[in-house]
């Protein structure tokens, strides 16, 4: 079965290792599956205010690039996934800051029942990598 597949690379830098999701993308058209990539590079997405009126509204009070990404594209995916820079033992700040803005999708009907992690670091073995997936498990937990 042909599946939505999101692929979101968070690294701002422009030709950075991130872009390996370039060939998970490739992949996953030959298996043939619809795939969309989105960079957040040159993206205007700002911090979520914690006001948590996407509750009930199912909006976010701020108007700014994450609208389009989060609703348009997020909310269809059947699969998400997610390339991002280790930075401190941790998935970069931009991922970080688009999971907060996810939050109007908490209540709806969301697609994606698969969410996938691809990481790159300077520093070598697991501890890095093993981080960075605890922050991202513990978003799609909340989900």
Request: aromatic share 10%.
């Amino acid at each position: 079965m042909s599946k939505r597949v999101l692929v979101i690379s968070t690294s701002l830098r422009g030709d950075s290792n991130s872009d390996l999701l370039q060939q998970f993308a490739q992949g996953a058209r030959q298996a043939g599956h619809e795939v969309e990539a989105v960079s957040l590079a040159g993206k205007d997405i700002r911090f979520c205010k914690g006001c948590l009126a996407c509750q009930t509204t199912g909006r976010c009070v701020i108007h700014d690039g994450a609208d389009a990404i989060v609703k348009e594209k997020m909310l269809h995916a059947d699969v998400l996934v997610f390339a991002t820079p280790i930075y401190y033992y941790e998935m970069c700040g931009q991922m970080k800051t688009l999971l907060d803005r996810m939050n109007p999708l908490y209540s709806s009907d969301y697609a994606f029942r698969e969410v996938y992690m691809i990481a790159t670091a300077a520093d070598g073995g697991d501890a890095p990598f093993e981080k960075a997936y605890n922050g991202l498990q513990g978003w799609v937990d909340c989900f």
